[in-house]
């Protein structure tokens, strides 16, 4: 089946620090999402991707979508002590079905 | 906020007994999704529903059956609880046919015993 491989796993950082991940698959997606996770609650909708080049950001998040339809990368800026969590990106499969598959999470930590 | 409430939250069961989860949404959005999420596998699909009684399998969909019978509510079934259906259960909603953002309910947290 189609798989999203998302990188890396986990990471410590810094507080301050910028962060970078990303998500690529061999398919091709025509939305990528990106979602964090607290423990304990349902993913947040952090950020949505329509376009391949598209980037966009919100606050201190800014998130590609990939030229070549097959990947997507987010950033956190100056990471906080809040950000810890797990960042799942998920891709919308082009079949027009609105189904879309995940990746298996980059559990964030920052030291203060 | 999505407008999504799940039933139960938690729920301990034993081996071989039928179980429903319920999801809710007051919003009236067309597409509606099951998940479950399991260490080491991200969030897989198990059901989702395009309308009314328009319901379609996902990935990991044997063992499970939903039903959708008002536009509202979405219920995930498991008719013969196995060990391995353990898990922790997310109901979903894609806002509009012309938006393709999900957002996700808080979860159930199921343990079958």
């Known amino acids: 089946g189609q798989q999203l491989n998302q990188s890396p796993q986990s990471m410590f950082i810094q507080e301050g620090e910028d962060v970078s991940m990303n998500c690529t698959s061999s398919s091709i997606f025509n939305t990528w999402l990106w979602y964090k996770q607290d423990p304990g609650e349902g993913p947040v909708l952090l950020i949505a991707l329509y376009k391949a080049g598209e980037l966009t950001s919100n606050g201190r998040l800014t998130a590609q979508f990939g030229i070549t339809r097959k990947d997507s990368f987010l950033n956190i800026s100056a990471s906080i002590p809040s950000d810890v969590g797990i960042y799942f990106c998920a891709g919308q499969l082009t079949s027009g079905t609105y189904k879309y598959i995940f990746g298996t999470g980059t559990r964030l930590k920052v030291l203060a | 906020d999505a407008g999504i409430t799940q039933s139960p939250r938690h729920k301990v069961t034993e081996t071989g007994t039928p179980v429903t989860l319920r999801c809710h949404q007051t919003e009236n959005h067309r597409y509606m999704y099951w998940y479950r999420q399991d260490p080491g596998h991200g969030l897989r699909l198990i059901h989702y529903s395009y309308g009314v009684k328009d319901t379609d399998k996902g990935e990991v969909s044997d063992g499970y059956s939903v039903s959708r019978s008002k536009t509202e509510d979405f219920l995930l079934t498991l008719e013969s609880a196995t060990s391995s259906q353990t898990s922790v259960y997310f109901c979903?909603?894609?806002?509009?046919?012309?938006?393709?953002?999900?957002?996700f309910g808080p979860g159930t947290r199921l343990t079958v015993t």
């Open positions: 979903a909603i894609t806002r509009s046919s012309s938006s393709y953002e999900q957002y």
